[in-house]
């Protein structure tokens, strides 16, 4: 099995803004550049520097969204990749980042997706110079305009440009410098050095990139459309240029164990005078091992990626949430579900009277795939035969869409 070593950087990708001043139609981010979106860009330059942990924070509702874009560039790293809601200010979102990264990062580098063109190299520069210097980090360029200080139409005078660059991101900090500096903040700051700064700590800068820059209006717009004219980002193959695709199986399996308070979820349906299973949503063991089968099955990660406790919009929700959204997940993958086989192994409840209930249910969620159900004790052995939890191996075929 192949187990990708946990990385010592994060990168968060700050997703999250409504692009007013673009007035594209929709949050910034998810505005296309070509056929892609800007974010979806801004991940091919992170994806193509040395690896780290990936932190997207999107607007709240456009996680879904998120996530598909980085599974298109994340390629074989996906398991690195987060997404989370951003917050009503810019600060609020990499708060919301930075509680996502994982406990053995070191470095944080924060990045703008409205910076779409910001090769890896740039990345791998900042990351570099935290390492030499343990200071903040942040890429710049020279100011190349002269630069005039006026009042109201009158030009008073010139500031020296030797003096002055133009930051960009990423800009890089080391783990505990970053959170430190957001603890005590107390004001909003234009960018993340100044924040970092402002609570005492050194910043250093390194060569930025004329391609980072951000883009902020129609007319940044249209200059990152012709760029990206010249270097598109290949196209994913498709079966006009590779075999076609066949059908896949994928494998799942859960347990929860009894709560003792609440009412048992399970199957799809709700089982007055049970136990609850303790879990993050409802513990429903059956849909969750159904979710893990059909993920794995399409290679989509599993139900930790999409439904996991950073997001708290599943906490308390039930199979027809989990089992919908796998479903347009497949579909928006290019995968229809062929048929679903589930086992549920428990002492308790009594499945048989209920089990086309439950396929009914099952079925429904997932937009009318054919699921079958059967149930089976262990004999009295293990946690389930001394009626402490429920566990369900599912068995998932997909076909393409």
Do not use: C
């Not at 999409?306 to 993958?333: C, K, M, S, V």
């Not at 699921?371 to 035969?385: K, P």
Request: glycine share 10%; hydrophobic share 50%.
């Amino acid at each position: 099995m192949h187990i990708t070593p946990s990385p010592r950087v994060a990168v968060i990708v700050v997703a999250a803004g409504s692009g007013t001043r673009l007035a594209a139609g929709a949050p910034k981010a998810f505005v296309g550049i070509d056929e892609h979106t800007m974010l979806r860009h801004a991940l091919r330059g992170v994806f193509s520097a040395a690896p780290a942990q990936v932190v997207i924070v999107a607007p709240s509702g456009r996680e879904g969204e998120a996530l598909t874009d980085a599974a298109e560039a994340s390629g074989d790293r996906r398991e690195l990749v987060a997404v989370v809601a951003g917050g009503e200010t810019r600060q609020a979102s990499v708060a919301a980042g930075l509680a996502a990264v994982w406990p053995d990062v070191q470095i944080v580098l924060v990045h703008d997706a409205a910076r779409a063109l910001t090769p890896g190299a740039v990345f791998d520069r900042v990351v570099d110079a935290i390492d030499r210097t343990g200071w903040g980090v942040v890429p710049v360029l020279p100011v190349i305009d002269t630069i005039k200080r006026v009042e109201g139409a009158r030009i008073i005078g010139v500031v020296d440009r030797a003096e002055l660059a133009a930051a960009q991101t990423p800009q890089g900090f080391r783990r505990d410098v970053l959170e430190t500096s957001y603890a005590v903040a107390t004001q909003e700051y234009t960018d993340d050095a100044a924040l970092v700064a402002a609570a005492g700590h050194p910043i250093a800068s390194v060569e930025g990139d004329p391609r980072s820059f951000k883009i902020t209006t129609p007319a940044d717009l249209e200059r990152a459309r012709s760029l990206v004219a010249q270097h598109p980002i290949p196209p994913i193959r498709s079966s006009l240029d590779r075999a076609p695709r066949v059908p896949r199986v994928g494998l799942g399996t859960d347990a929860h164990g009894f709560s003792g308070g609440g009412t048992l979820w399970l199957a799809g349906l709700e089982w007055p005078g049970e136990p609850a299973l303790a879990g993050h949503s409802d513990g429903d063991a059956v849909a969750h091992a159904i979710v893990d089968a059909l993920l794995s099955a399409a290679s989509l990660g599993d139900i930790g990626t999409h439904f996991g406790t950073a997001q708290p919009e599943y906490a308390g929700a039930h199979a027809d949430a989990f089992l919908a959204r796998t479903a347009a997940l497949l579909g928006e993958a290019g995968w229809a579900i062929g048929n679903v086989t589930v086992q549920v192994q428990a002492a308790r409840p009594r499945f048989a009277a209920r089990r086309h209930e439950a396929e009914a249910a099952l079925s429904a969620a997932l937009g009318g795939a054919a699921v079958s159900v059967s149930a089976t004790t262990t004999d009295g052995l293990g946690f389930v035969g001394a009626g402490e939890g429920v566990q369900a191996f599912a068995v998932a075929l997909i076909v393409p869409a």
